[in-house]
């Protein structure tokens, strides 16, 4: 902070005090090119992550936490960005992944690639609204290509090998690759087991993911019913039930207490005696409400204590007690029963219905897991993913979310463009061509579009250890003297550059939405030209 010491007409003394060293200003080309430079260093940082041979990421938190992972929205959020501009991009990565599950590394190394293209026009003098204009027409002309170049796909609950393909597209590039046709599958099942045909929709709260380390990727398994992490609440209760009917409580077996603060004074030992009466009693009167109303198991979500334990023992009737809410309320949708807040509204009509409940051990540790199956419902499924440790269960779940994603995507809309970077390609090309019908600057920044398309099969060429420029002018020249707009890189080396043929596909939505909101992002950060930063005292 500087101050001026002066004085008034009248000779009177006073210190002005000078504010703004507090503020930091970047104006005009200089802020807008100190954006660029943060976004594409973000855009840098994924690139090498894309496609099936992109590379991982090692994140590890403050606490100490580890995340391996390639899949872009994840190592977005994990990165600690502090630049504003940077942020955007991060939250570029999560609307996409939030909308569509799928293509988050994507449509980041494609928003960095326009603003590099961007970044060479305004050194060229061009307006920055011009650029955004030109951007924003040969977006159009791009999306618009790609509903030509679009198949469609068909499908039944019959016939799936064409979901299942696309499935195993977008789990390529994940860790999971070594059982990629099991993984596939998973998320071919679960999404039609809970998918509404008729609606076109998939509620996932239906689909519950549950992690267990120990054994291997192999070993994950799809149950069609819920897993509930706990086991029965006494070790000599019986570890199976067959047509279970299963009160599902949110009361706890404990005698009623006061909502305030409450002190009981007892002053002889014949009031103690009374005292554990009561409660011997009112633990009795739940346990023959439970029974009298049919049912032959019980979950709840408190605890009780070991008196309410070994009555229910003696009364053979098997409890698990502390599961969760989430769980309580699948487990209430799976078997068509009600969640029941109080002993007293128990009826035969608010059971829940199973073929089995039984409790499964893993490995050696004596972990135990409560699997319920045959439900009323079939419309609930869980994943138990396995994995040697929890990196790799976390990662896997992420991956089966995408590919998910991607199954879904087909139910909403069953068009898809093909991927290794052809649908790209073939846009890069139609843009160049529609430039040349364009008389205005605007054909500039048109053409800048179709390079940054471009720096999508670059990179995934260069992530599989091909030459990338000799790759992407090979490819070009193929997809225009043939007009074969399905030739993409091929990125497994097997010899064949048709992606109709490697059965590589994209969901049309997903692919669209890159190209939308990269598009969006970009137009927004050209148009910042003025950056006010207040520093605080401490810098």
């Not at 010491?5 to 005090?17: A, L, N, Q, S």
């Not at 992407?472 to 091929?490: A, C, F, P, R, W």
Request: a negative charge; charged letters at 25%; one cysteine or more.
């Amino acid at each position: 902070m500087s101050a001026v010491y002066t004085t008034d007409e009248y000779g009177r003394p006073f210190i002005i005090v000078r504010e703004q060293d507090k503020k930091a200003r970047t104006t005009g080309i200089e802020a807008t090119k100190a954006h660029i430079m943060a976004a594409k260093t973000v855009a840098n940082i994924v690139r090498t992550s894309l496609g099936p041979r992109g590379l991982d990421k090692i994140l590890i938190s403050p606490d100490g936490d580890i995340t391996i992972s390639n899949d872009g929205a994840t190592i977005m959020s994990q990165m600690a960005i502090e630049n504003q501009i940077g942020k955007l991009l991060v939250e570029l990565s999560k609307s996409q992944d939030d909308e569509i599950g799928d293509g988050t590394t994507g449509i980041v190394v494609l928003a960095g690639a326009l603003l590099e293209q961007a970044e060479e026009l305004l050194d060229r003098g061009i307006h920055p609204i011009r650029i955004s204009d030109g951007f924003e027409q040969a977006c159009k002309i791009a999306v618009a290509h790609l509903d030509k170049v679009s198949d469609v796909i068909p499908w039944s609950k019959d016939n799936t090998s064409d979901l299942f393909k696309c499935a195993k597209t977008s789990l390529g590039s994940k860790i999971v690759n070594k059982c990629h046709d099991q993984f596939a599958q998973i998320a071919v099942d679960a999404i039609l087991a809970v998918a509404d045909l008729k609606r076109k929709d998939v509620d996932f709260e239906l689909i519950k993911m549950e992690g267990k380390v120990g054994g291997e990727l192999a070993d994950t398994a799809l149950v069609r019913g819920v897993i509930i992490d706990k086991d029965f609440s006494h070790p000599q209760m019986p570890k199976e039930v067959k047509d279970a009917k299963i009160a599902i409580l949110t009361c706890p077996f404990e005698p009623p207490k006061p909502k305030t603060k409450h002190k009981l004074d007892i002053t002889s030992v014949k009031e103690f005696e009374e005292l554990q009466r009561y409660e011997r009693d009112t633990f009795e009167k739940m346990v023959k409400q439970v029974k009298d109303c049919g049912a032959n198991i019980v979950a709840c979500q408190w605890g009780f204590d070991d008196e309410a334990n070994s009555l229910l023992l003696q009364h053979q009737l098997p409890a698990i007690r502390w599961v969760g809410g989430p769980e309580i309320e699948l487990l209430a949708i799976a078997t068509n029963g009600r969640i029941v807040p109080r002993f007293e509204d128990l009826s035969s009509a608010k059971l829940g219905s199973a073929g089995t409940i039984r409790e499964v051990t893993y490995g050696t540790t004596n972990e135990n897991m409560i699997v319920v199956e045959d439900c009323a419902n079939s419309k609930a499924v869980t994943v138990l993913v396995r994995g040697g440790n929890k990196m790799i269960v976390d990662e896997a779940k992420r991956s089966l979310h995408d590919a998910m994603c991607v199954v879904r995507n087909l139910i909403t809309d069953n068009r898809v463009v093909y991927g290794g970077a052809a649908a790209e390609i073939s846009c890069s090309v139609a843009v160049e061509r529609a430039a040349d019908q364009v008389s205005n600057i605007e054909q500039y920044a048109m053409r800048s579009f179709a390079r940054a398309l471009d720096a999508i099969p670059m990179a995934l060429a260069e992530n599989s250890g091909l030459p990338p420029i000799e790759t992407l002018s090979h490819v070009k020249s193929e997809q225009t003297k043939l007009g074969i707009s399905s030739l993409g890189v091929d990125c497994m080396d097997t010899g064949v550059s048709d992606m109709k043929e490697q059965f590589v596909f994209d969901p049309l939505i997903s692919k669209r939405q890159q190209f939308l909101l990269a598009t969006q992002l970009v137009k927004m950060i050209l148009k910042i030209d003025d950056v006010i930063v207040h520093k605080s005292d401490e810098q």
